[in-house]
């Protein structure tokens, strides 16, 4: 499994001619709400050259769902996507039309496709609608988690499968999410293997590094994350 961070909270994931793309945030469209969130990083035009088998929104943020990002991703007509979304989204991302399949993804639903399973589980977040992704590779057995933005919430844990190869987490500790201390505490309580920290960098000067966890690996923008 290839995983490219795209900033923020965006990951890419490839394997075998499969690809899916997690909250993409590729504009400056938080800064025309609140300047002081000027991007930090210039946005990578490459990734606007894929179109993704599965595309997923964990909430309803602009550096989420964000509405200058996702259309051009629904515009294009060359393959059918699927997109998971919970109701918050949902409302807005089926607008698009374009022949996608815009699917509710709550809190507990599950779909599998492409030889991937994807479970929606809570998140602690601002958007009570907000929801974390396990992928599970149903060809390797691998599973990964992506939190989502959230806080520590020890109910969390209960939506969670036994083994968790990789968890992705925010570790900003500002706009509801976790510190850098809450999330090594939550990475050990998964008991995932490896641990990402994301949501950092972008609108502020912090670096992954402050994320201090047994088993951690430091992404970077826009490459491919070593596991």
Excluded at 12 to 26: K, S
Excluded at 61 to 68: A, F, I, Q, R, T
Aim: charged share 25%; hydrophobic share 35%.
């Amino acid at each position: 499994m290839k995983i490219t961070w795209l900033g923020q909270a965006g990951l890419l994931f490839e394997q075998d001619g499969v690809t899916i793309m997690i909250d993409p945030y590729l504009s400056n469209s938080v800064a025309k709400v609140n300047p002081l969130n000027d991007r930090r990083v210039p946005t990578d035009e490459r990734f606007f050259d894929i179109t993704p088998d599965v595309m997923i929104f964990t909430h309803d943020h602009l550096d989420h769902y964000d509405p200058e990002t996702a259309p051009r991703f629904f515009a294009k007509n060359d393959k059918k996507i699927t997109v998971l979304c919970p109701s918050s989204v949902w409302q807005k991302a089926r607008t698009h039309g374009n022949g996608h399949n815009y699917v509710q993804f709550n809190r507990h639903t599950q779909w599998t496709a492409y030889g991937f399973r994807f479970r929606a589980v809570k998140a602690e977040h601002s958007d009570d609608h907000a929801i974390g992704v396990v992928i599970e590779d149903l060809g390797e057995g691998k599973t990964y988690y992506v939190t989502g933005d959230t806080l520590y919430n020890p109910t969390i844990f209960a939506d969670l499968p036994e083994k968790i190869d990789v968890i992705f987490l925010p570790v900003n500790g500002v706009g509801n999410n976790m510190n850098a201390t809450d999330a090594a505490r939550f990475a050990k309580a998964t008991g995932a293997k490896q641990a990402v920290p994301l949501h950092v960098g972008l609108f502020d000067d912090l670096k992954p590094d402050i994320f201090e966890c047994d088993h951690r690996t430091l992404p970077e923008f826009y490459k491919e994350i070593k596991l």
